[in-house]
């Protein structure tokens, strides 16, 4: 990931009320870069002397929680399509999550392996063993920032389903609507190929529906089946981190300011 890149979350005005997309571009090009330019410039075309008195106080704030690495405090604040922008600042304190279940859909069904990557660290929660609500609790509390590939849609309903006291409060990145918005589809896998992530040779071809077996077999008795299993969860944890780089790259040259793409050139 490019470094110029961490430097997105303070261009961004896009969670100030009445600042979209178009109105962001456009101070961008007016000069208008960073927090710092806004609050020094005494005024800003189209936006009222109250307006910029209100935007004033919010971005002071805002500097101030981000000083103190305060990722929740922006959780609200951002709309959820919009996290991508805090990743690349909270990214050496990001989780990378991915879960594993007996194939049976939220209410009923069972988690079997929930998979935290973060800090260069792998942590594999088993259901019977290590999975507990607390010690899920403790494990993603000390993040700052969650990243996961459809997450919004499976993981973390099936883990507040599962777990409903639960705090998930962080700001959270969901890679499969981030790459909708370049043009990439398809499901993890696929979109992990497009972008030239890879697995090991023994991975090839698993999916989900392997790791119900798997999991199954495992019940059974196998300890290989065990052991690929953990395997396929970790991939799938650890291949969302180089691919959060790329995603939020491309992002950033999409979305982001003029000056900061020419810095990334």
Sequence with gaps: MSASYSLMLHSTFIFLQGIGESTERLLWEAGITDWDIFLQTTTIPHI??????????LLKDARAQLHQQNSRHFTKMFKAREH???YPHFRQNTAFVDIETNGIPAP????????????????SLVEGETLSERRLQDELAS?????????????????????????????????????RR??????????????????????????GLDAVRLWEEWQGGSQPSRDLLLTYNEADCKNLEPLADLICDQMTRKYGPPEMIAMAS
């Design 182 to 207: 370049l043009g990439l589809k398809g499901g993890l896998k696929s979109i992990e190929q497009q972008l030239g992530c890879h697995r090991a040779t023994s991975l090839e071809g698993l999916t």
């Design 84 to 86: 991508w922008r805090l």
């Design 108 to 123: 009923h069904g069972k988690i079997t392996v929930v998979g935290i990557y973060g800090r260069g660290q792998m942590t």
């Design 48 to 57: 009222s002397a109250s307006r910029k008195e209100l935007y004033d106080r």
């Design 143 to 179: 993040y700052d920032f969650l990243v996961t590939f459809f997450g919004s849609g499976f993981d973390l309903p099936f883990l507040k389903t599962t777990y409903p006291d639960l705090i998930l409060d962080q700001p959270h990145l969901d890679l499969c609507f981030a790459a």
